[in-house]
């Protein structure tokens, strides 16, 4: 069974760069997709983005200028960065498995989730 | 103000059956698979239903989904105190070129 185990700041100023880290146990990294939801303190899902094992990647148009999601096939790692954070960038992250198709487009679901890192941005 | 709209809350008694909507337009839901999710205070969301009605491994009957045209629902019957959590909906929206999410609706079982 895959298991998601993030690592990261949780703790940053304004305009640093959050950077978080997705390892990937128990199961195969190449053929499915990875990506980064972030919930608000409100509650709400916010997608980030997504890659495919082939690199690819898909990012919020809300959040393109400011993001990097990057794969790392022999340490089965998956990464996020994050320019220029505000407060409003606060909340909950989660790196999440993402089935693929035959064609290797990414489905537009998350069969299983890390455990999630707070990330709070304060001055 | 999230894409997808779905009640903030519902309740019901052990036992009983319950049904959460999820209402989008023809850029999202109409147009691509829904899927469910269930997250309980302080853990990561769980996936429920994927591709409109299809269970995980290891996800109960209990839990279904169901879509038609804009909108879609998800039904838990045989209600148990361990379902007591919020509900996420989710798919692809092909105008934002984003995966959007609903609110969430807070599930109480009395």
């Known amino acids: 069974q895959v298991q998601l185990q993030q690592r990261g700041a949780g703790l940053l100023k304004p305009s640093e760069t959050l950077s978080l880290t997705c390892a990937v146990y128990?199961?195969?990294?190449?053929?499915?997709?990875w990506s980064w939801i972030r919930q608000s303190p409100g509650k709400e899902l916010v997608w980030i983005g997504e890659?495919?094992?082939?690199?690819?990647?898909k990012y919020n148009p809300s959040l393109k200028s400011r993001v990097t999601i990057s794969i790392d096939m022999p340490k089965n790692e998956v990464s996020l960065r994050l320019t220029s954070v505000t407060a409003a960038d606060t909340g909950v992250y989660y790196c999440?498995?993402?089935?693929?198709?035959?064609?290797?487009?990414?489905?537009?679901?998350?069969?299983?989730w890390g455990t999630g890192t707070t990330v709070t941005v304060s001055s | 103000q999230s894409v997808l709209t779905q009640p903030p809350s519902v309740s019901a008694a052990p036992g009983q059956k319950v049904t959460i909507s999820c209402s989008g337009s023809?850029?999202?839901?109409?147009?691509?698979?829904l899927s469910w999710y269930q997250q309980v205070p302080g853990k990561a969301p769980k996936l429920l239903i994927y591709?409109?009605?299809k269970r995980p491994s290891g996800i109960p009957d209990r839990f279904s989904g169901s879509k038609s045209g804009t909108s879609a629902t998800l039904g838990i019957t045989g209600l148990q105190t361990v379902d007591e959590a919020v509900y996420f909906c989710?798919?692809?929206?092909?105008?934002?070129?984003?995966?959007?999410f609903g609110g969430g609706t807070m599930l109480t079982v009395l």
């Open positions: 999440a498995k993402m089935p693929a198709s035959v064609t290797l487009n990414c489905k537009s679901y998350m069969d299983v």
């Open positions: 128990g199961g195969s990294f190449a053929g499915y997709c």
């Open positions: 890659i495919n094992h082939s690199g690819s990647t």
């Open positions: 023809n850029s999202n839901i109409g147009n691509n698979y």
């Open positions: 591709e409109n009605n």
């Open positions: 989710g798919t692809w929206d092909a105008s934002l070129s984003v995966v959007v």
